[in-house]
């Protein structure tokens, strides 16, 4: 970090929006797999009551993993991909990225929030994000849930495909299937991450409290990276 020479000034709304959204999609890249795995874990009981079978297919999330290696592909693992990527770029972009822009739409400019209006900044956010990547939630989950065929017939062959599916069958309404559910819980976990984080980082600063552990690190730079995020 030698060298760096950090500006006052804060990144643009834009920059944020964009930055949550890339750093989402490389989180997914890593994560995929395992949630994957979480969604044929929750519809397992759906699947053996329809087939009548009493066999459990899934044990565990690497057992899932192991099995869906063995039985469909390591590619299966990343069923859905595409939708899961355009996801996080409406998502986390919104959720996350507009987080500061919001806070200052409701202390009309003012960098002085309190925690009602941090709250009302995170439950908002949280719900907008929702609300605009719904549709590519639900076709994110559906991939994820589709299991090749002996045929080798699937039901939606590429990610458009699925939209376009989706709304001739299920009419535009059925992009939204459980907006409201994912409305309430992303509300209150964008409120649990990101006041919590925005509190602690405060405290931070504040108060020098990482200053001791920063003699290998420059602190104004420090104190830069920590000030224009998230």
Aim: aromatic content about 10%; hydrophobic content about 40%; overall charge positive.
């Amino acid at each position: 970090m030698v060298g760096i020479k950090p500006t006052d000034l804060p990144p643009t709304a834009a920059v944020k929006f964009f930055g949550a959204g890339t750093a989402g999609c490389f989180a997914d890249l890593v994560t995929f797999p395992l949630d994957t795995a979480k969604v044929r874990l929750q519809i397992q009981g759906e699947s053996t009551a329809a087939s009548g079978s009493a066999v459990v297919k899934y044990r565990g999330v690497f057992g899932t993993i192991a099995t869906m290696v063995h039985t469909e592909g390591a590619r299966s693992l990343y069923n859905g991909l595409v939708a899961g990527l355009q996801r996080q770029m409406s998502f986390a972009s919104v959720r996350i990225g507009l987080y500061d822009s919001m806070k200052q739409f409701y202390t009309r400019g003012s960098e002085n929030a309190n925690i009602v209006t941090r709250l009302m900044a995170g439950c908002t956010t949280g719900a907008m994000a929702v609300v605009f990547a719904q549709p590519t939630d639900v076709v994110k989950v559906r991939f994820q849930a589709q299991v090749r065929q002996s045929d080798g017939l699937k039901r939606y062959n590429g990610t458009m495909d699925a939209y376009r599916t989706i709304a001739r069958d299920e009419g535009v309404r059925g992009l939204w299937k459980g907006c409201m559910p994912n409305i309430t819980r992303n509300a209150i976990v964008n409120c649990a991450e990101l006041v919590t984080y925005d509190v602690i980082k405060e405290l931070i600063l504040k108060y020098d409290l990482m200053t001791g552990y920063m003699s290998i690190f420059n602190v104004n730079t420090f104190k830069y990276v920590i000030k224009t995020g998230p």
